[in-house]
Structure formats: structure tokens, C-alpha cells
């Protein structure tokens, strides 16, 4: 069995571009299933560098809605085990893919989020992700879910963004001032200088009157 995988692996790095470039694209695939199990039983330890170039172009094709990266437990084995700085320049591509040519949406954000937190470097274009990317897909809540738990992060880039983070920064002052608004949010709200009223306790007298 060790030789057969051996074996395996090695046919595997030595394929050519046009070889991964249509079994990547099918989870169904032979090359696919083989490559996915050889990485997550470590026999593989990363993608070779032609599959690599191609899962690149997938993310990208994803990024734009081009392609749908089905089966997304088995793209995230494929993620943790490439080299981060083969994909480095790819997350800043799909950075500004958000930032110039298409808008972002929340199922495209909770997707990328991870990849774009880690390796695009958002912070070198904050005024430009507050403005397109966060204050786009706020509303919803997975992605709000996303902001406060990278609340260090987050509230460091909009501070860095000016008046840039406006429209963001009304959308979280909005729902910071609703009574039902949760702790972790009013944190993170103090944390990028928002003032707000406190409604939390507003309808407690008459709550009192009631209770009498």
C-alpha cells in the first residue's frame, strides 16, 4: 500500500497544467478524489505547484461568479494545505475584483472572508473595503457574525478608513441602538468610535407599570 501511494503521489507532481485543469473543476473526478484524500491523510503535504495554478484560477472564477466551488469541506482542505504565499496575490486580486469590477455579496464575503482577512491585505486599502465591501454586506447577519468575530481586526481597519467607514459606521449605529442589539456588538461599536444611545433598558418602566 505505501508503495502504491508513493506511487501516487508522485504521478500526481509530476502532471501538467492541462491535467488539473479540468479534474480540479469536477469534485467528481478521479484526479480530484485522489489528490483530496492523499492531503488530508497527510501522505500529501500540499498541492503540487501545477494544481496550484489552476485551483488559483478557481478561486479567481469563483471570486467573479464564474464558478462554483461545490463540496466547500473539500476546498478547504485544498486551502489549509497550499503554501499561503502561493496565494497571496491572488487574494489581493480578488480584493480588488470587490474593490473596481463586480459588488460583493454576502455569500461571496462569508467565502472569501477567511482568505481575504488572512492574505489580501486589506488594511492597505481600508478606506475602500469599508466603503464596498463592509458596509455592502453588514446587513446581513452571517456576515455581521464574521465582523465581530474578527472584532481586533475589523474595528482597526475602519478606524484606519476615516470618513470612508461612514456609511458602514451608520449601519452599525443603527443597529447598536436597538434594544434587542447584543454585547459583543456594542463592543465593537465603542471600539470604532461610535456614540449611540442606549436602549437596552428603554422599555423597562413600562414593563414595571405593567408588572403592577
Excluded at 483530496?36 to 501545477?50: M, S
Amino acid at each position: 500500500m505505501a508503495g502504491y501511494i508513493q506511487a501516487m503521489v508522485k504521478y500526481l507532481k509530476s502532471l501538467a497544467v492541462e491535467n488539473w485543469s479540468e479534474s480540479l473543476r469536477d469534485v467528481d473526478s478521479y484526479l480530484f478524489h485522489v489528490t483530496y484524500w492523499l492531503l488530508r491523510g497527510g501522505q500529501l503535504k500540499a498541492p503540487p505547484d501545477n494544481a496550484v495554478a489552476v485551483y488559483k484560477d478557481i478561486l479567481t472564477e469563483s471570486a467573479k461568479g464564474e464558478f462554483s466551488m461545490e463540496e466547500e469541506e473539500k476546498w478547504d482542505v485544498f486551502y489549509e494545505k497550499t503554501h499561503k504565499g502561493k496565494l497571496k496575490a491572488t487574494a489581493k486580486n480578488i480584493r480588488d475584483i470587490y474593490l473596481s469590477e463586480i459588488t460583493i455579496d454576502a455569500d461571496k464575503f462569508q467565502e472569501f472572508s477567511g482568505m481575504l482577512i488572512e492574505l489580501a491585505d486589506l488594511k492597505d486599502k481600508s478606506g475602500d473595503v469599508a466603503r464596498k465591501i463592509l458596509a455592502t454586506v453588514v446587513d446581513n447577519e452571517n456576515c455581521l457574525t464574521i465582523i465581530l468575530n474578527n472584532e481586533s481586526f475589523f474595528a482597526s481597519l475602519v478606524n484606519g478608513a476615516g470618513d470612508d467607514a461612514g456609511n458602514f459606521k451608520d449601519i452599525i449605529r443603527q443597529k447598536v441602538e436597538s434594544p434587542e442589539c447584543e454585547k459583543n456588538l456594542t463592543d465593537f461599536a465603542k471600539a470604532i468610535g461610535i456614540e449611540y444611545v442606549d436602549n437596552s433598558k428603554s422599555n423597562e418602566p413600562e414593563q414595571e407599570e405593567q408588572a403592577e
